[in-house]
């Protein structure tokens, strides 16, 4: 009987020792797994880290570049429009030197009044010629005016050269408190050459708040759609820049009268490098760079068309922004 029970506590011993070793080497297998899957998935993880990082900055270079294809496209008309102020301000300072020359005339004779000894006929005589001879009240006013042209002239070169260098910054993190209406401004402004000739601009501005974002890149979203709808307008027609604001976002929109979107090409206006402009006009970057700039915003943007009619892109950007910003 003792022998038997024995036999099988052995037995049992044995088997434990069986399981056991089997225990082991499943738990050894499931932690040598577990440590390859976790290396894989490090390795994963990296790749995706890179993957983003290049991402990141390509998408910093396409803004750039679409800066760069903004500017290049709009360098002859910007040329024009310092020209046009620095023009007349070269002809009103000829015109200002002109008259310089005649008050000193009339003042050196003054002069040749006041310190005569004796005031005779020969000294008032030539006083009168110089009088006579120079208009000046004409000079005078006309003198007020060109200083007021030369003030305005200069103004707006310097508006031009302030807007072109806040478009030009590429700082994407450089973000600040932005009134949506002084963006639209300034892209206006910008755009100015490739509107003024054959575009009436209307604006409708109701009050917004300011939002957290990155003036320049918001510029420039509105830059590349009113250069678009200014393209659009073959002949004369309407830019309507229009802004208002809901309870969650602020809703802006730019409409113009030109010849519209063809419908089977109008889901496709935001892919990066689709373009149904001529070879050489716009780099298809544009609007593509626009839609990840309002997404990085955590907005949407949007077009409506109807061909021979017009086009109406719209813009929402929440009202609060600086939640996605700490959040990122």
């Keep these: 009987m003792n022998e038997t029970i024995k036999a099988d506590v052995n037995?049992?011993?044995?088997?434990?020792?069986?399981?056991?070793s089997r225990e082991k080497r499943a738990r050894k297998e499931t932690e040598e797994i577990l440590e390859e899957k976790t290396l894989e998935l490090f390795a994963a993880n990296y790749e995706l880290k890179a993957a983003n990082e290049t991402l990141l900055k390509q998408q910093s270079t396409l803004v750039k570049n679409e800066k760069l294809a903004a500017l290049g496209e709009l360098s002859a008309g910007i040329a024009h429009e310092?020209?046009?102020?620095?023009?007349?301000?070269?002809?009103?300072?000829?015109?200002?030197?002109?008259?310089?020359?005649?008050?000193?005339?009339?003042?050196?004779?003054?002069?040749?009044?006041?310190v005569s000894e004796k005031y005779d006929n020969e000294v008032a005589d030539n006083l009168h010629k110089v009088l006579d001879k120079q208009d000046l009240n004409y000079m005078i006013n006309d003198s007020k005016l060109i200083f007021?042209?030369?003030?305005?002239?200069?103004?707006?070169?310097?508006?031009?050269?302030?807007?072109?260098?806040?478009?030009?910054?590429?700082?994407?993190?450089?973000?600040?408190?932005?009134?949506?209406?002084?963006?639209?401004?300034?892209?206006?402004?910008?755009?100015?050459?490739?509107?003024?000739?054959?575009?009436?601009?209307?604006?409708?501005?109701d009050p917004t708040p300011s939002i957290y974002c990155n003036k320049n890149e918001l510029t420039q979203v509105f830059l590349n759609i009113i250069i678009n709808a200014a393209q659009a307008i073959p002949k004369q027609g309407t830019i309507t820049l229009t802004t208002r604001c809901s309870d969650d976002y602020i809703i802006i929109d730019i409409s113009d009268t030109g010849i519209g979107i063809p419908e089977e090409i109008l889901d496709s206006i935001f892919n990066p490098f689709f373009t149904a402009k001529p070879l050489g006009v716009g780099t298809g970057l544009g609007l593509?760079?626009?839609?990840?700039?309002?997404?990085?915003?955590?907005?949407t943007i949007s077009a409506e068309s109807t061909p021979g009619a017009g086009t109406t892109f719209t813009i929402l950007i929440p009202n609060d922004t600086r939640m996605d910003d700490i959040n990122v």
């Design 288 to 299: 593509s760079v626009s839609y990840g700039i309002i997404k990085d915003l955590s907005g």
């Design 82 to 114: 310092i020209n046009n102020p620095l023009a007349f301000i070269i002809s009103n300072i000829n015109s200002l030197e002109d008259y310089c020359n005649q008050f000193s005339e009339i003042t050196h004779a003054a002069q040749k009044v006041s």
């Design 11 to 20: 037995s049992n011993v044995s088997l434990l020792k069986r399981a056991y």
């Design 148 to 205: 007021e042209e030369v003030k305005e002239g200069l103004d707006r070169v310097k508006d031009i050269v302030a807007n072109l260098k806040s478009f030009s910054r590429t700082q994407s993190s450089d973000r600040e408190d932005t009134d949506v209406k002084d963006c639209l401004l300034s892209a206006l402004k910008i755009a100015n050459n490739k509107v003024k000739y054959h575009c009436k601009v209307v604006k409708d501005f």
